[in-house]
């Protein structure tokens, strides 16, 4: 069972998620979607994830001391600094400065926020489970995971946004209609990608339902499988509506993606319990 320093750690990477996910992929959405660029919501997604790996730095260190004094020892955080995990913490806090940079530099900076987005999520590739098996394909497979998983979720305030103003329906029902395109492309490579990585990880059925980290794992699919079923309902029955005008569908979208949100959290915290207080099965 994980001290209080484990289940802070794993708090602190599900902020880092959604920070950094959130910021990359709002830029990633607005450029597929053709939408005006939200400068303070990605500054807002950017500050979570930059204070959220400043936070989950300093309790790896408290998590090897045993205590508060872990997070602040200069012995400690410098030995980590050295590590794999310094480079990943130092590639993912220039990301997001960059990204941000770009952002306000405005279309100028376009390729500069989508460059350092992902050397930002290229982060999570350096260090973890994956990166462990020293396998080439499952580090391109979990970088296209990333982008996917970045794009969708950077999509969803803004398509929120659309379709909870009336005024604003045909767009948001054309926006919304592009990215269920988009996203025929998106969930095989996100469905394959999962696949290719689980498999490597757990190997058989056996250790999936009888070891901790399978059952972790096996939770995390339902998971996404009820976030595509929700995309599925999106695209099938209220994206038709808001095309056809009604309003109540819109609101029905926007209601949808809410729960998209709680179902992105939620696989976020099982990943930070994977890679933070699981081991991988022996």
Not at 126 to 155: R, T
């Amino acid at each position: 069972m994980p001290d209080i320093w484990g289940w802070a750690s794993v708090a602190a990477k599900i902020a880092t998620y959604a920070g950094v996910f959130g910021s990359f992929g709002t830029v990633l959405a607005v450029i597929a979607l053709g939408l005006s660029m939200p400068r303070a919501r990605v500054l807002c997604f950017a500050v979570l994830g930059f204070v959220a790996t400043l936070a989950g730095f300093g309790l790896r260190g408290a998590m090897l001391t045993g205590d508060l004094g872990g997070m602040t020892d200069p012995e400690m955080l410098g030995l980590l600094w050295s590590t794999s995990v310094g480079t990943a913490v130092g590639l993912r806090l220039a990301g997001l400065v960059m990204l941000v940079v770009g952002v306000f530099l405005g279309r100028p900076g376009v390729l500069l926020s989508v460059a350092s987005g992902v050397v930002a999520v290229w982060s999570f590739v350096a260090i973890g489970h994956v990166p462990d098996q020293d396998n080439v394909l499952l580090k391109i497979a979990l970088l296209l995971h990333l982008l996917v998983v970045s794009l969708w979720m950077g999509a969803l305030s803004p398509l929120r946004q659309l379709a909870l103003d009336p005024a604003n329906l045909p767009r948001a029902a054309a926006a919304a209609d592009h990215f269920g395109r988009i996203a025929l492309v998106l969930v095989p490579v996100l469905i394959i990608a999962g696949l290719v990585m689980g498999n490597a990880l757990v190997g058989s059925l056996a250790v999936l339902t009888q070891s901790p980290y399978g059952l972790t794992l096996l939770a995390k699919i339902f998971l996404v499988a009820g976030l595509l079923a929700l995309a599925a309902a999106n695209k099938t029955r209220f994206v038709p509506g808001m095309r056809a005008g009604n309003v109540a569908a819109a609101r029905s979208l926007a209601r949808s993606i809410s729960f998209e949100w709680a179902a992105f959290i939620a696989i976020f915290a099982t990943t930070a319990i994977l890679t933070t207080v699981l081991t991988l099965p022996q």
